[in-house]
Nanobody
Framework: QVQLVESGGGSVQAGGSLRLSCAGS????????MGWFRQAPGNEREGVAC???????GYADSGQGRLTISQDNAKNTLYLQIDNLKPEDTAMYYC???????????????????WGQGTQVTVSS
């Protein structure tokens, strides 16, 4: 059974940085893509970054230059580095995994079939 557990969120001031982590288990050697999504109160969930089975990455325009997605396969851990945080980055951040798209990772949440519980990021001005 696939399990994803996020950590690393918190309250920071604008301009600061955070590194979110997502510890995964249960997906074995299957080919897959993983992504980071966020949802602010009153907003739809949006994809911000993804990485496919080849290590190719994709980013939403809103995070270009400030977000870096990476993974440590030996530790089965996915990361999201967020630099120069802005108040509009405030949201619950989720990691997700899809076994349906191993390459050209999508940023659409409906493409992902496993989700973590989320970690809250709050940015104050």
């Amino acid at each position: 059974q696939v399990q994803l557990v996020e950590s690393g969120g918190g309250s920071v001031q604008a301009g600061g940085s955070l590194r979110l982590s997502c510890a995964g288990s249960g997906y074995g050697s299957n080919r897959y893509s993983m992504g980071w999504f966020r949802q602010a109160p009153g907003n739809e969930r949006e994809g911000v970054a993804c990485i496919d089975d080849n290590g190719s990455t994709g980013y939403a325009d809103s995070g270009q230059g400030r977000l870096t997605i990476s993974q440590d396969n030996a530790k089965n851990t996915l990361y999201l580095q967020i630099d120069n945080l802005k108040p509009e980055d405030t949201a619950m951040y989720y990691c997700a995994l899809t076994t349906e798209y191993a390459y050209n990772c999508p940023l659409k949440d409906r493409a992902y079939n496993y989700w973590g519980q989320g970690t809250q990021v709050t940015v104050s001005s």
